[in-house]
């Protein structure tokens, strides 16, 4: 998806982790990155990977949770460790729709998207990358603008989690994107998959 894009263009790489999709987006296409993740365990990692690259001219860190409001809320994490995931902000349920097994918790800023362009100053994507552990549909409800200009989002979708699901779907073919491909998000792990897991894709968006 990635090497899709145009050269030197906006991306947003929301819920970056350590930043292995923010690194390959300026390695490939000399991308303009941006990348939001509001866990302390994971922004380590993903400032000490775009040092050891020396990526400091393209990608800026933004230490902030995207939302469907902007303000201060809890950020709860099922894991402390660098590099983990299934954490969520404003709510208290995972990526599954289920209440999340909370093993830590703090309270810090969230932003809509928006918001985000209007008052941080950070321009437009034409390219969006999204995998937040089951906000995905909130996230959006916060972008009319940003949906508005986008070119293509890849978004991870968990389709029996209905309400994510359908919010997703209603919310980009309003903003005039097509869903053109997806594909298992989970197909990278060996281990077993639990049933729920399997319905869980990584859904490629293009603007009609």
């Known amino acids: 998806w990635i090497d899709t894009m145009k050269d030197e263009e906006i ?32 922004l380590e990692l993903l400032t000490r990977n775009i040092f050891q690259n020396q990526l400091q001219d393209r990608i800026s860190v933004v230490p902030i949770a ?26 208290d349920f995972g990526w599954d729709g289920k ?13 809509t998207m928006d918001e985000a362009v209007n008052k941080l100053k950070i321009p437009l994507p034409g390219y969006l990358k ?34 994510q699901n359908f919010g997703v779907q209603k919310i980009l073919t309003d903003a005039g994107l097509g869903l053109i491909d997806k594909k298992l998000s989970s197909a990278e792990f060996s281990a077993p998959l639990e049933l729920q897991a399997q319905a869980t894709y990584n859904q490629i968006w293009k603007r009609k």
């Open 11 to 42: 991306f947003w790489d929301v819920g970056a982790n350590i930043g292995i999709f923010s690194l390959y987006a300026v390695k490939a296409k000399n991308a303009n990155v941006f990348s939001f993740e509001p866990s302390v365990f994971n």
């Open 66 to 91: 995207l939302s469907n409001s902007t303000g201060f809320n809890n950020m709860r994490m099922t894991t402390t460790e660098w590099g983990g995931a299934l954490s969520t902000f404003g709510e």
């Open 99 to 111: 209440k999340l097994n909370e093993n830590f918790q703090y309270t810090t800023a969230g932003i």
């Open 130 to 163: 999204m995998d937040v552990d089951g906000l995905e549909h909130l996230i959006l409800q916060g972008g009319d603008e940003v949906l508005k200009n986008v070119e293509s989002i890849l978004i991870e979708v968990n389709e029996n989690f209905e309400e």
